[in-house]
């Protein structure tokens, strides 16, 4: 049995003159909709991540070092970022331009896919646009009684789940005024949150799962890694105002408000900790139209995805709701599926930081997140079956 072939569709979408983008649709060969490729002209030479491309494929993609590794039934390809030379099992292959590297994921020229994945890859250029035939990766032949004829359509259904507690280690997040640190409410309302997903048929994943330090860039390959469908990030919020309070969500995409700005800063100068390996790339407007092209068939699913967070949350905590926003959080760039970062609230304000404290609250929180996650699942399952 084959699994469905998939069908990338080149659309043009409008950028500024220095950045040429394009996106692929996806959509297999009945023609359903699966999402949505970026594209990035570069000279003229066209690249596409790697990532998307495997996770569209269903190959396996590791990452060693400065080496992606992808292994699909033609064999393993290896390639680094700046080497114009890819190893195949029967030799070496030169790209027509070395794969640029952009938050973990390497961009590689489509000309060369026919090179890289042999006959796993067709690439056809018709009408000024452009094709490419992912082919489908075949199962295990398996011996088995003969049985009725069965034209039943197999649907997507969402089964893993990333939850990532923020901060950790020597990373403690914000701390309340009875030394209330956010590592461990968040770790805390992670693990039950998880529990709760569990006991509903879902693979969980955690970033972390005891007092550890984990950069920021990891928690995003991680997800990547294990297949995620969804990237929850769980924190708690501060301000010089203990009067302020209530619970906010976030997704990626260039801030429209300096509040946005000031908790992207406030999150993102974790990186201070790091050891300096990696570089993050600046928030730039050209990095920000990468950035959101690399990720924006999922964009509009982490907006509707960080309201129902928004409603859910405020319910429970019976505080104010401070809204849906938008920011450049390094937490989330680099996720391949829909990703929403979560203030539970206020450890700075008082009602909050005892809501926070007591195991009914941080029990009452996750399960408010829980119910965001499962009525998010129902409308992503119904929206990929139509």
């Known amino acids: 049995m084959w699994k469905p072939q998939l069908c990338l569709i080149l659309v043009l979408l409008a950028a500024p003159a220095a950045w040429c983008v394009d996106a692929i649709a996806l959509s297999d060969t009945s023609g359903q909709a699966l999402g949505i490729l970026p594209v990035v002209a570069q000279g003229d030479e066209r690249l596409v991540p790697l990532a998307s491309l495997v996770r569209a494929a269903n190959w396996t993609l590791d990452q060693e070092a400065s080496v992606h590794r992808v292994t699909s039934p033609s064999g393993c390809a290896e390639l680094q970022a700046g080497n114009p030379f890819a190893k195949l099992p029967n030799g070496f292959v030169q790209l027509r331009m070395a794969p640029s590297e952009w938050d973990g994921s390497l961009w590689v020229p489509v000309v060369n896919l026919r090179d890289l994945f042999g006959s796993e890859v067709e690439v056809d250029l018709r009408r ?57 409410v968040t770790l805390d309302i992670a693990r039950r949150l998880a529990s709760l997903l569990r006991s509903r048929g879902l693979q ?18 991680y997800a990547n890694q294990c297949r995620g469908d969804l990237f929850l990030s769980i924190h708690c919020n501060s301000w010089r105002d203990p009067q302020v309070r209530g619970v906010q969500t976030y997704f990626l995409k260039p801030a429209r408000s300096e509040r946005a700005v000031d908790a992207a800063l406030r999150e993102n100068s974790v990186v201070k900790l790091e050891d300096g390996s990696v570089p993050y790339q600046d928030l730039t407007e050209e990095n920000y139209i990468l950035l959101t092209m690399a990720i924006s068939q999922y964009i509009r699913d982490s907006e509707q995805w960080a309201g129902q967070v928004l409603h859910e949350a405020a319910q429970a905590t019976e505080t104010e709701s401070r809204g849906v926003d938008q920011a450049g959080f390094y937490v989330l760039m680099g996720a391949t599926m829909p990703a929403v970062l979560v203030e539970c609230g206020y450890l700075s304000n008082p009602d909050d930081a005892a809501f926070l404290t007591s195991d009914s609250g941080r029990q009452e ?22």
């Open 204 to 221: 969980v994943k955690l970033t972390r799962s005891s007092d550890e330090f984990v950069p920021l860039h990891t928690r995003t390959s």
């Open 128 to 184: 000024g646009g452009m094709r490419v035939h992912v082919l489908p990766v075949p199962e295990p032949v398996v011996e088995a009684e003969p049985v009725s004829p069965d034209t039943t359509v197999q649907q997507w259904t969402l089964n893993t789940v990333i939850v990532d507690p923020g901060h950790g280690g020597k990373d403690p997040g914000c701390v309340g005024p009875q030394g209330l640190e956010e590592k461990t």
């Open 365 to 386: 929180m996750a399960e408010a997140l829980c119910n965001s996650i499962m009525k998010v699942k129902q409308t992503l399952e119904a929206n990929a079956s139509r």
